[in-house]
């Protein structure tokens, strides 16, 4: 309905854990056991604190992974499918090409800044497609908060990043990185439609909110300049 700059260069920060997540679903299934493997002990940005041989149900992990946007869940989830990282990036590559993602290279799983992980917003809409097929992550990235004792030993609430949950968006992701801005993937469920945005490179105002304001923008514009008309009635005479 609307684009601008689709083809152009971008980092996708954390947006990259949905290719992750799919990786993920396409080896296991959310009620499995996972045991969880950490051969980096230095993984920056925001991470849940894991640790190697704790062992969680494969829906936890995804919900470290999509709800709290834990850098050491990808991981976790990384060595979980692969022998190793290097070779899950590769699967994450090969399935970009099998969605037409030719703009797109992932150097790692979690989104974190490398001047060869990128993509385009056009690919990333590929990939929303992609991810809007499976149902484990929709219903995982619409939850506003998961409850967790396998970390702590204490029942903790992990909050989702995702501010937009009250007004209709249950979901896909959220991602903020210096070469990205703030960023965000909406999946609007409302009434009469439902709607995906991309937005990349929202300004990094202090309450780190701009990628939802300007999410809601689009949406509104969605709605307001095409909106659904009844042409026709049930029962009308057209001929």
Do not use: C
Request: hydrophobic share 40%; proline share 1%; charged share 20%.
């Amino acid at each position: 309905m609307y684009s601008k700059n689709i083809h152009e260069r971008i980092s996708p920060a954390s947006l990259t854990k949905l290719m992750t997540a799919i990786l993920f679903l396409e080896k296991f299934n959310i009620n499995e056991q996972v045991t969880i493997i950490i051969e980096k002990n230095n993984i920056e940005g925001k991470i849940a604190n894991l640790e190697s041989d704790m062992v969680m149900q494969a829906g936890e992990l995804l919900d470290f992974l999509l709800v709290y946007s834990a850098n050491d869940a990808a991981h976790a989830i990384a060595m979980s499918v692969s022998n190793t990282e290097q070779e899950f990036i590769f699967m994450m590559n090969e399935k970009a090409t099998s969605l037409g993602m030719k703009d797109t290279n992932f150097m790692n799983s979690h989104g974190l800044d490398d001047p060869e992980h990128y993509t385009t917003l056009y690919d990333l809409l590929l990939l929303s497609l992609e991810v809007i097929n499976y149902d484990e992550i929709i219903v995982s990235t619409g939850k506003q908060y998961f409850n967790s004792d396998s970390i702590t030993g204490v029942l903790t609430k992990y909050y989702s990043t995702n501010e937009l949950i009250n007004d209709n968006f249950n979901g896909l992701k959220t991602g903020w990185t210096k070469n990205a801005g703030l960023t965000f993937i909406g999946l609007y469920q409302g009434p009469n439609r439902n709607i995906i945005t991309l937005v990349n490179k929202s300004k990094t105002d202090n309450k780190k909110e701009n990628h939802f304001l300007d999410t809601l923008i689009l949406k509104e514009l969605s709605i307001e300049t095409f909106a659904l008309k009844n042409l026709v009635n049930k029962g009308d005479r057209l001929a």
